[in-house]
T-cell receptor, first 112, second 111 residues
Framework: DAGVIQSPRHEVTEMGQEVTLRCKPI?????LFWYRQTMMRGLELLIY????????DSGMPEDRFSAKMPNASFSTLKIQPSEPRDSAVYFC??????????FGQGTRLTVV | DAKTTQPNSMESNEEEPVHLPCNHS???????IHWYRQLPSQGPEYVIH???SNVNNRMASLAIAEDRKSSTLILHRATLRDAAVYYC????????????FGTGTKLQVIP
């Protein structure tokens, strides 16, 4: 398996634009997590899904953020409209039940 | 979520063993202890996990206290490639549980 695949690896966008981050989890995994990492706040859990269903989105900063998982092999994290304070590295991870989680390489988002 | 406490940073000389401590005094009987590490500019990667008994794998060893209120990740011979932030987290067995990270321990390996 190629592991968790995230795209794009880097994204630079202007304030106010819509940004969509994509994630392909490891085949067979049934839990998917979205994280955001900044120097100030560390690694924050934004939302996680089990069997494609959002279970806890309490970490989503505000209504500008939304996440979907239309099927077991794909998830998106959307920011609309984007703001400079959204600049961070966004990680996607997947796991099978409570086994170890595997992380993607991350998407570095810069909002100017 | 049960919480973990780790030192902010540690140093080790290259080729020497490293013992990274983690306190989890509120651990429940069904919580597994997981360790991850994050190398610079990479996503976190799984290192090891255990429930009650000590565990060994090719990367490290995990020593779990008898009362399970603390654990220690042991790197037997630190290399420069082991310089990373090490996270200790608890994850409940069974069901679906979120994976949340604390601040971790930043390990510096000195040549």
């Amino acid at each position: 398996d190629a592991g968790v695949i995230q795209s794009p690896r880097h994204e630079v966008t202007e304030m106010g634009q819509e940004v969509t981050l994509r994630c392909k989890p490891i085949s067979g995994h049934n839990s998917l997590f979205w994280y955001r990492q900044t120097m100030m706040r560390g690694l924050e859990l934004l939302i996680y899904f089990n069997n494609n269903v959002p279970i806890d989105d309490s970490g989503m900063p505000e209504d500008r953020f939304s996440a979907k998982m239309p099927n077991a092999s794909f998830s998106t994290l959307k920011i609309q409209p984007s703001e400079p304070r959204d600049s961070a590295v966004y990680f996607c991870a997947s796991s099978l039940l409570t086994e170890s989680a595997f992380f993607g390489q991350g998407t570095r988002l810069t909002v100017v | 979520d049960a919480k973990t406490t780790q030192p902010n940073s540690m140093e080790s000389n290259e080729e020497e063993p490293v013992h990274l401590p983690c306190n989890h005094s509120t651990i429940s009987g069904t919580d597994y202890i997981h360790w991850y590490r994050q190398l610079p500019s990479q996503g976190p990667e799984y290192v090891i996990h255990g429930l009650t008994s000590n565990v060994n794998n090719r990367m490290a060893s995990l020593a779990i206290a008898e009362d399970r209120k603390s654990s220690t990740l042991i790197l037997h011979r630190a290399t420069l490639r082991d310089a990373a932030v090490y996270y200790c987290i608890l994850r409940e067995a069974g069901g679906y549980q979120k994976v949340t990270f604390g601040t971790g321990t930043k390990l510096q390996v000195i040549p």
